[in-house]
């Protein structure tokens, strides 16, 4: 079945690093990819989304493009902040699942001043 | 606009009770999906309602069954509870098949 796995965590990060987190997909057809973070004690916030192949997903300084050829939707940012320290999960909607949302396991993110 | 709404935040029941926790969606939305998140966990889909009726549904067992309401708010109820339902619980809304927006949760413990 579908399925999405992404790079353990914790990952730990000075302020103004570079980020990376890595997302690759197991999916038949052409599935829409979201990247959603949640911060401590809350729901989970849309962050971006792609939705076919090369489209390049981004919001608040975070990128993320779709690559068919390698089935990944990596996220990227070029200076993190602490602020930016939550946990960041990756999901995919297939094309014939209806709205079902399937997610990796999570990375949690901390960003150290 | 008020997002999704979950209700209660925190509840605390005893093995073989039953609960019900509820949402109500984001203005416009008429599809609610519910998941379950184990801790340590990505979220895990449980089902799906549209237009009061369940639409798709993931791999749970028949003790979760849910609920939804003319003005499209939700109920999911587990029956029976187990150490193991212990997780929280989060609503989505969405317009149709489209961004589906979650709620803040409801944190269930069973002892």
């Known amino acids: 079945g579908d399925s999405v796995t992404q790079m353990e965590g914790p990952v730990t990060l000075s302020e103004e690093a570079f980020l990376t987190i890595n997302c690759t997909y197991t999916a038949t057809g052409y599935p829409s990819l979201f990247w959603y973070v949640q911060y401590p004690g809350e729901g989970l916030q849309l962050l971006l989304k792609a939705t076919k192949a090369d489209d390049k997903g981004s919001n608040k300084g975070f990128e993320a493009t779709y690559r068919k050829e390698t089935t990944s939707f990596h996220l990227e940012k070029g200076s993190v902040q602490v602020s930016d320290s939550a946990v960041y999960f990756c999901a995919l909607r297939s094309y014939n699942q209806g709205g079902k949302l399937i997610f990796g396991q999570g990375t949690e993110l901390s960003v150290k001043p | 606009d008020a997002g999704v709404t979950q209700s209660p935040t925190h509840l605390i029941k005893t093995r073989g009770q039953q609960v019900t926790l509820r949402c109500s969606p984001k203005s416009g939305h008429d599809t609610v999906s519910w998941y379950q998140q184990a801790l340590g966990q990505g979220p895990q889909f449980i089902f799906q309602?549209?237009?009061?009726?369940?639409?798709q549904r993931g791999n749970f067992p028949d003790r979760f069954s849910g609920h939804q309401f003319p003005n499209y708010s939700s109920e999911l109820n587990v029956n029976a509870l187990w150490l193991g339902d212990s997780a929280l619980y989060l609503c989505?809304?969405?317009?149709?098949?489209?961004?589906?927006?979650f709620g803040p949760g409801t944190r269930l413990t069973v002892t």
């Open positions: 309602y549209y237009e009061e009726e369940e639409r």
């Open positions: 989505a809304s969405s317009p149709g098949q489209d961004e589906q927006y």
